[in-house]
């Protein structure tokens, strides 16, 4: 794994949140672009070298509105840059970790992407992305 590709924060209200959020950072958002396969409106922001994602669902069965139910707002996932997304998933197997998805799907901002499930790595869902080229 390269770095932390972004860290997902799960939101109730994407556009209160995003003038929260530019309140916070001292900028706008860069990007908002919906990924309907997750059911999910999101947003970028750049904060130095680092990248934060608002999730809000856009559905009820979408994985933001089932933990925002249960858990509440929050941060709901960290994002690692991976080189080949697909080598990544085969190692992690191979380590025992159960990754959700083992074909890599489109997620947003040029992305492909896998999530690891959260009871194997402490709580913490974990999403690899691979820029798409
Ligand atoms: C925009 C696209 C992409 C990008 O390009 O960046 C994204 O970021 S999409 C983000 C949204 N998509 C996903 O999260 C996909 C992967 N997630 C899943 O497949 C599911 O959410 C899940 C992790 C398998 C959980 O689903 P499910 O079992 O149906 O939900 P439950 O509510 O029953 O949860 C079971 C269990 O897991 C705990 N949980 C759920 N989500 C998280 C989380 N984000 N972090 C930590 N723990 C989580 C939940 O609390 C339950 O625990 P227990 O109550 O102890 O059983
Ligand atoms: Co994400």
Known sequence: MKKIEHIGIAVKDIEASNALFEALFGEP?????????????????????????????TKEDSPIAKYVAKKGEGIHHIAFDVEDITAEIARLKEKGFTVLNETPKKGADNKLVAFLHPKGTNGVLVELCQEIS
């Open 29 to 57: 958002e860069y990007k908002t672009e919906a990924v309907e396969s997750e059911g999910v409106k999101t947003s970028f922001f750049k904060v130095g070298p680092n990248k934060i994602e608002l999730l809000e669902a």
